[in-house]
């Protein structure tokens, strides 16, 4: 077992993370203040106690700026259209219409051109209308509540946005308030903050207002500054704004992790197999340009027919297909309480195999709860109950997150009868002494101490235990019996006070001083405990494929105690000092066989998760805290919650309304639905354009006229856009979304060479068909008289009729057969039989094909210089489709048991 046991204290979050960026500096005037006195602090400002005027206020605001650490930036509709429009696969088209206007000499070059400008406005505007209502519906489910501060202006507190705080201000803290600046304490009265967003301790810290040293100081340990994004627990406060916005220490942390976010696995997929496209039209299209204007000796017609083999090339409906897919699962995913921030980041949730989660919240319920309350011995004990909920209902100081449970538990569980008793005296906590006491009248009349704090601290005061009624005095070797009690629960993951007693000679009066000679009770322990749903949710996402690893800056022992309970593997532990002391190397081999991780900084966690994306793999991050926002921008798919800090969520690409590895388990299942179905239209249209290449190069070199006019194929490839645009509709079949689905090109391009000649061998076979059984060889050959006088005139072998009959079959032969074979790609099992597609699917893809089949009856058939078919040719082509997908079908089958294709 691999076992740190030296941790790393929250005040490292800082530290660290500054040394791993050097991006971070806090503010001198911050750590100036804590050190000065509150006179010369406000004077440096040049506020004073009745706080700045109106007029100040704004002349600062100019000077300083607004007091905004970061926000979500919504995407104008220009920007978004530009997203569109910028485009390779959009530039070439563009390109391309701009060639065949300006070297267009036929009506039918025209058209052409008007084709692929009609291309263009499909996929653009597809794209522009589904991420415009994406990133509006984003944009609601992002807007954040309006939050305010009371502040002295003109002497009066008013409430005024946090926006508009600016330095020398002088701030009103109460409980419940978050702290809206960098602020130096004047004066506070029981003032406890919740500062987990920062350092992930569960506790609260006390604040003071005593000046204090800064020197070799932690920022986060300056016990009179309050940093901006924590909050305030209990007490309240009087303070002086220090520094506002990017300037505070959160703000220095936010511009560290919102810079422009990096180019996501799949954003890079998409890329790379866009240009894989453009490099095969790089080699074919002046190929086809030459051989067709050596061969046929006119380069106006040859390069018109390269023009249109380009387009017929471009995968141009691609970023229509993905928008697409993508903007159906962003509102699929919002359904089951998941919302996607960025479109991109939805592949990337379903190629994710490893899964970084904090343990606050995620794991466990976010909720402290009293689990045992036991005498010395650790046996249960209602009398140390019943002295812990006197003790806590009686305090007036803080009333924490334990005192809380406490009260909660009897108000569930136990029958104290609080009103028997009245409140003497208070002895309040305080971090020195770790411990608060309370004095009560019991029935009886007597007055009784009630001692509660860290075992630590009340041991020492202790001279008796109490053990079954029976009183026994508290020995050196006893005391290490003691100690071994408490030790036991602490190792379970538990974090546990002391309760103790004395009962007094009566008095009005009580101090420190009387908190000795204490009577040892027992123990209450505290944890916050799994949830009901976690250790399910961890096996379900280990059945689809996901490795859940911890990174948590809580302490070992608690951490191990979740772990144990939800089923994940203790086997290997690492410690975040161990983690600062390893080098990359060291690190990624670590990272690999780890699965909990504590005491980490945020820059560890960042680290880790660096380390498991060298070894290949795709990375996701769950958190929710300022400490958790580096590690949410450096993972492949940053996920946060609806609750976390805004920070948390401005870093992350999803954001769960509900804090639950089952919703997230629904988030990853649709983002591998939607990767599914934009994979098979790459297989589709690479495979296809794959197989094309062979067919018009052989064609080229055969044939003495062109093998389909530009204006067909370009008809061709608009129809193959139309009959794909249903493909994010389809259904997925369970077994492609059972396990992680990341990019691989070498995967896409080993289909392609399978699959893709495939077509050819059916191209081929209607060419030979065209040419041997329907006489196309025969340039002489006559038209039915219904045509005659549109082939009378033919000069050259293009204007023949045997010409035009031959592109027609191949036109009709080429639609139907691509049309068809998404519903063989769609699928790993027998399509129709054991998998069909989506009713839309099947809608568009046989429209299509009746429509190819139709062109040529129609009176636009001569418009795209089409011919009808003979009757046998339908046969023909029949038994063409049958051997296609039969073929296309075991080709398939052994891809996928030869060389595990999905």
């Given at each position: 077992?691999?076992?740190?046991?030296?941790?790393?204290?929250?005040?490292?979050?800082?530290?660290?993370?500054?040394?791993?960026?050097?991006?971070?500096?806090?503010?001198?005037?911050?750590?100036?203040?804590?050190?000065?006195?509150?006179?010369?602090?406000?004077?440096?400002?040049?506020?004073?106690?009745?706080?700045?005027?109106?007029?100040?206020?704004?002349?600062?605001?100019?000077?300083?700026?607004?007091?905004?650490?970061?926000?979500?930036?919504?995407?104008?509709?220009?920007?978004?259209?530009?997203?569109?429009?910028?485009?390779?696969?959009?530039?070439?088209?563009?390109?391309?219409?701009?060639?065949?206007?300006?070297?267009?000499?036929?009506?039918?070059?025209?058209?052409?051109?008007?084709?692929?400008?009609?291309?263009?406005?499909?996929?653009?505007?597809?794209?522009?209308?589904?991420?415009?209502?994406?990133?509006?519906?984003?944009?609601?489910?992002?807007?954040?509540?309006?939050?305010?501060?009371?502040?002295?202006?003109?002497?009066?507190?008013?409430?005024?946005?946090?926006?508009?705080?600016?330095?020398?201000?002088?701030?009103?803290?109460?409980?419940?308030?978050?702290?809206?600046?960098?602020?130096?304490?004047?004066?506070?009265?029981?003032?406890?903050?919740?500062?987990?967003?920062?350092?992930?301790?569960?506790?609260?810290?006390?604040?003071?207002?005593?000046?204090?040293?800064?020197?070799?100081?932690?920022?986060?340990?300056?016990?009179?500054?309050?940093?901006?994004?924590?909050?305030?627990?209990?007490?309240?406060?009087?303070?002086?704004?220090?520094?506002?916005?990017?300037?505070?220490?959160?703000?220095?942390?936010?511009?560290?992790?919102?810079?422009?976010?990096?180019?996501?696995?799949?954003?890079?997929?998409?890329?790379?197999?866009?240009?894989?496209?453009?490099?095969?039209?790089?080699?074919?299209?002046?190929?086809?340009?030459?051989?067709?204007?050596?061969?046929?000796?006119?380069w106006t017609e040859a390069f018109m027919f390269a023009l249109a083999v380009a387009v017929g090339l471009t995968p141009e409906m691609l970023p229509m297909i993905v928008s697409v897919c993508l903007s159906k699962g962003a509102m699929l995913m919002s359904k089951k309480q998941v919302i996607v921030k960025r479109?991109?980041?939805?592949?990337?949730?379903?190629?994710?195999?490893?899964?970084?989660?904090?343990?606050?919240?995620?794991?466990?319920?976010?909720?402290?709860?009293?689990?045992?309350?036991?005498?010395?011995?650790?046996?249960?004990?209602?009398?140390?109950?019943?002295?812990?909920?006197?003790?806590?209902?009686?305090?007036?100081?803080?009333?924490?997150?334990?005192?809380?449970?406490?009260?909660?538990?009897?108000?569930?569980?136990?029958?104290?009868?609080?009103?028997?008793?009245?409140?003497?005296?208070?002895?309040?906590?305080?971090?020195?002494?770790?411990?608060?006491?309370?004095?009560?009248?019991?029935?009886?009349?007597?007055?009784?101490?009630?001692?509660?704090?860290?075992?630590?601290?009340?041991?020492?005061?202790?001279?008796?235990?109490?053990?079954?009624?029976?009183?026994?005095?508290?020995?050196?070797?006893?005391?290490?019996?003691?100690?071994?009690?408490?030790?036991?629960?602490?190792?379970?993951?538990?974090?546990?006070?002391?309760?103790?007693?004395?009962?007094?000679?009566?008095?009005?009066?009580?101090?420190?001083?009387?908190?000795?000679?204490?009577?040892?009770?027992?123990?209450?322990?505290?944890?916050?405990?799994?949830?009901?749903?976690?250790?399910?949710?961890?096996?379900?996402?280990?059945?689809?494929?996901?490795?859940?690893?911890?990174?948590?800056?809580?302490?070992?022992?608690?951490?191990?105690?979740?772990?144990?309970?939800?089923?994940?593997?203790?086997?290997?532990?690492?410690?975040?000092?161990?983690?600062?002391?390893?080098?990359?190397?060291?690190?990624?081999?670590?990272?690999?066989?780890?699965?909990?991780?504590?005491?980490?900084?945020?820059?560890?966690?960042?680290?880790?998760?660096?380390?498991?994306?060298?070894?290949?793999?795709?990375?996701?991050?769950?958190?929710?805290?300022?400490?958790?926002?580096?590690?949410?921008?450096?993972?492949?798919?940053?996920?946060?919650?609806?609750?976390?800090?805004?920070?948390?969520?401005?870093?992350?690409?999803?954001?769960?309304?509900?804090?639950?590895?089952?919703?997230?388990?629904?988030?990853?299942?649709?983002?591998?639905?939607?990767?599914?179905?934009?994979?098979?239209?790459?297989?589709?249209?690479?495979?296809?354009?794959?197989?094309?290449?062979?067919?018009?190069?052989?064609?080229?070199?055969?044939?003495?006229?062109?093998?389909?006019?530009?204006?067909?194929?370009?008809?061709?490839?608009?129809?193959?856009?139309?009959?794909?645009?249903?493909?994010?509709?389809?259904?997925?079949?369970?077994?492609?979304?059972?396990?992680?689905?990341?990019?691989?090109?070498?995967?896409?391009?080993?289909?392609?060479?399978?699959?893709?000649?495939?077509?050819?061998?059916?191209?081929?076979?209607?060419?030979?068909?065209?040419?041997?059984?329907?006489?196309?060889?025969?340039?002489?050959?006559?038209?039915?008289?219904?045509?005659?006088?549109?082939?009378?005139?033919?000069?050259?072998?293009?204007?023949?009729?045997?010409?035009?009959?031959?592109?027609?079959?191949?036109?009709?032969?080429?639609?139907?057969?691509?049309?068809?074979?998404?519903?063989?790609?769609?699928?790993?099992?027998?399509?129709?039989?054991?998998?069909?597609?989506?009713?839309?699917?099947?809608?568009?893809?046989?429209?299509?094909?009746?429509?190819?089949?139709?062109?040529?009856?129609?009176?636009?058939?001569?418009?795209?210089?089409?011919?009808?078919?003979?009757?046998?040719?339908?046969?023909?082509?029949?038994?063409?489709?049958?051997?296609?997908?039969?073929?296309?079908?075991?080709?398939?089958?052994?891809?996928?048991?030869?060389?595990?294709?999905?």
């Amino acid at each position: 077992m691999t076992l740190i046991r030296i941790p790393i204290h929250p005040r490292e979050v800082f530290s660290r993370f500054k040394r791993a960026t050097g991006r971070i500096e806090v503010s001198q005037d911050v750590i100036a203040s804590a050190s000065n006195p509150v006179d010369q602090t406000l004077s440096t400002l040049r506020s004073s106690m009745a706080g700045l005027t109106q007029e100040e206020a704004e002349e600062r605001t100019k000077e300083y700026g607004p007091n905004i650490v970061s926000h979500d930036q919504k995407y104008v509709k220009l920007k978004l259209f530009l997203k569109a429009l910028v485009n390779p696969l959009v530039i070439l088209l563009a390109v391309l219409a701009g060639f065949s206007f300006a070297t267009a000499t036929t009506t039918s070059d025209m058209i052409g051109g008007t084709l692929m400008l009609l291309m263009i406005v499909l996929g653009v505007s597809l794209r522009f209308i589904q991420e415009s209502r994406a990133d509006s519906a984003a944009a609601k489910l992002r807007a954040m509540i309006r939050v305010t501060a009371t502040v002295l202006r003109d002497g009066k507190p008013i409430e005024i946005p946090l926006e508009d705080l600016v330095p020398g201000d002088i701030v009103q803290l109460a409980a419940g308030d978050m702290i809206p600046a960098d602020l130096r304490i004047i004066s506070c009265k029981d003032l406890f903050l919740d500062q987990a967003s920062l350092t992930g301790e569960s506790f609260p810290v006390e604040k003071f207002d005593v000046t204090q040293p800064a020197s070799g100081v932690q920022p986060l340990e300056l016990s009179n500054i309050c940093y901006l994004g924590t909050s305030v627990e209990s007490g309240s406060a009087v303070a002086i704004v220090i520094q506002t916005g990017l300037n505070t220490y959160l703000g220095g942390m936010a511009s560290a992790v919102t810079s422009a976010p990096l180019p996501t696995a799949f954003d890079k997929g998409v890329s790379r197999f866009t240009w894989l496209m453009i490099r095969y039209m790089a080699v074919m299209v002046p190929l086809v340009f030459l051989i067709n204007g050596i061969s046929k000796h006119n380069w106006t017609e040859a390069f018109m027919f390269a023009l249109a083999v380009a387009v017929g090339l471009t995968p141009e409906m691609l970023p229509m297909i993905v928008s697409v897919c993508l903007s159906k699962g962003a509102m699929l995913m919002s359904k089951k309480q998941v919302i996607v921030k960025r479109l991109n980041s939805i592949q990337n949730l379903g190629a994710m195999d490893v899964l970084c989660t904090d343990k606050t919240g995620t794991l466990t319920m976010d909720r402290v709860v009293l689990e045992y309350h036991c005498d010395v011995a650790g046996d249960d004990d209602d009398s140390v109950l019943e002295l812990a909920v006197l003790n806590s209902h009686f305090q007036t100081g803080l009333r924490n997150v334990l005192d809380t449970a406490i009260i909660r538990y009897h108000e569930q569980h136990a029958d104290i009868s609080i009103p028997d008793y009245t409140k003497v005296d208070e002895l309040p906590f305080d971090f020195q002494r770790k411990m608060m006491s309370v004095v009560v009248a019991t029935p009886e009349g007597h007055h009784r101490l009630i001692c509660k704090g860290s075992p630590e601290s009340v041991f020492p005061a202790c001279t008796q235990y109490d053990l079954g009624g029976q009183l026994f005095p508290v020995e050196p070797v006893i005391l290490q019996d003691l100690k071994e009690e408490y030790d036991k629960l602490s190792a379970d993951g538990f974090r546990v006070l002391a309760i103790a007693y004395r009962n007094c000679d009566p008095k009005s009066v009580y101090s420190k001083a009387d908190e000795r000679d204490l009577i040892l009770k027992g123990y209450v322990a505290f944890l916050d405990p799994p949830k009901e749903s976690a250790a399910e949710a961890i096996v379900a996402l280990q059945n689809h494929g996901i490795t859940v690893k911890i990174l948590t800056g809580d302490n070992e022992l608690v951490s191990r105690k979740i772990c144990k309970e939800v089923g994940i593997s203790l086997e290997h532990v690492l410690n975040g000092a161990n983690v600062e002391a390893m080098n990359d190397t060291e690190l990624e081999n670590a990272a690999e066989e780890t699965t909990l991780f504590v005491r980490l900084s945020p820059a560890h966690k960042q680290r880790i998760i660096q380390a498991l994306q060298s070894r290949q793999h795709v990375v996701g991050f769950m958190g929710d805290g300022i400490n958790d926002s580096p590690a949410l921008r450096a993972a492949d798919v940053g996920i946060s919650v609806d609750t976390a800090v805004d920070i948390a969520k401005e870093a992350a690409d999803a954001i769960l309304l509900e804090k639950s590895l089952m919703v997230l388990e629904e988030g990853v299942l649709e983002g591998r639905r939607v990767f599914a179905n934009i994979l098979k239209y790459i297989r589709m249209g690479a495979s296809s354009n794959f197989g094309n290449m062979f067919s018009v190069l052989g064609a080229s070199l055969w044939l003495p006229f062109l093998p389909m006019a530009p204006i067909q194929i370009l008809t061709n490839n608009l129809l193959y856009d139309f009959s794909q645009v249903s493909i994010p509709t389809d259904a997925v079949d369970p077994e492609q979304v059972a396990r992680p689905r990341p990019w691989s090109i070498k995967e896409i391009s080993r289909f392609v060479l399978f699959i893709g000649p495939c077509s050819s061998v059916f191209d081929y076979t209607t060419y030979a068909l065209m040419w041997f059984v329907f006489k196309c060889a025969n340039l002489a050959l006559k038209a039915p008289p219904e045509l005659a006088s549109r082939f009378a005139h033919a000069a050259v072998p293009d204007a023949t009729y045997a010409a035009a009959l031959f592109q027609t079959g191949w036109f009709v032969e080429s639609l139907l057969t691509q049309t068809l074979i998404i519903h063989i790609i769609r699928t790993n099992k027998i399509p129709f039989l054991q998998s069909r597609a989506s009713w839309p699917l099947i809608f568009t893809s046989v429209g299509i094909m009746a429509v190819g089949a139709w062109l040529p009856f129609s009176p636009l058939g001569a418009l795209l210089g089409f011919v009808p078919l003979p009757s046998e040719f339908w046969g023909w082509i029949g038994a063409t489709l049958l051997a296609y997908v039969t073929l296309t079908q075991l080709v398939k089958v052994l891809l996928i048991r030869k060389l595990v294709i999905l």
